[in-house]
């Protein structure tokens, strides 16, 4: 097995894999689903990150401007794994893996591959446990497909993000100036 960090030994989950409806604390109904052909739903995407507000933007993404943010997409589209969270049929959050390779081919055997994780909720959909919902079902769906090695980064100030990332079983791998990096082993 490649790789650059270190996994915890354990594997985290299970966890469900979308689609699924579920209720958030403010009464909402919320769907959550797999966007495995990113194409059909990047406009609706493109409308969220438009919407997002510039300054819960974390380590430049996502970034600002639509051309900015759909070449953004449409970059990582092709290998990216998607899963989106949708109120009244409008994209309210998104999560993504994102392989840590320039190789293509080893995409192919993504067991071997370890993935980049980022996850964005809408401000006035935030502290709804929509968060929670979207990251674990991103999970479930990696660990379906073949995944086991996922990794992010958050800034170390941002308690409630990595009071989630814990709470899923990500555990903390190392730290650069004012990011924390931290790992997830998928069973």
């Given at each position: 097995m490649a790789g650059t960090r270190p996994y915890p030994d354990d594997p985290a989950g299970p966890f469900p894999a979308p689609p699924t409806s579920f209720e958030d604390?403010?009464?909402?109904?919320i769907e959550i689903q797999a966007s495995d052909d990113f194409e059909t739903t990047l406009e609706d995407v493109v409308e969220m990150y438009v919407e997002f507000d510039p300054t819960d933007?974390?380590?430049?993404?996502?970034?600002?401007?639509?051309?900015?943010?759909?070449?953004w997409l449409e970059t990582i589209a092709t290998h990216s794994i998607n899963v989106v969270a949708s109120?009244?049929?409008?994209?309210?959050?998104h999560a993504m893996l994102v392989p840590d390779t320039s190789d293509p081919d080893a995409i192919d055997d993504r067991a071997d591959v370890e993935w980049e994780l980022a996850i964005f909720v809408l401000q006035e959909y935030q502290r709804a446990g929509i968060?929670?919902?979207l990251l674990e079902h991103l999970l479930g769906h990696a660990s379906e497909i073949g995944i086991e090695r996922v990794w992010l980064?958050?800034?170390?100030?941002?308690?409630?993000?990595?009071?989630?990332?814990e709470r899923v079983g990500f555990e903390a791998t190392g730290t650069e100036s004012f990011e924390q990096e931290m790992a997830i082993r998928l069973g």
């Open positions: 604390r403010d009464g909402r109904t933007r974390a380590q430049g993404i996502p970034p600002t401007g639509e051309q900015r943010i759909r070449n109120h009244d049929g409008a994209v309210i959050g968060g929670t919902q980064t958050v800034e170390r100030w941002n308690n409630p993000a990595i009071a989630l990332y």
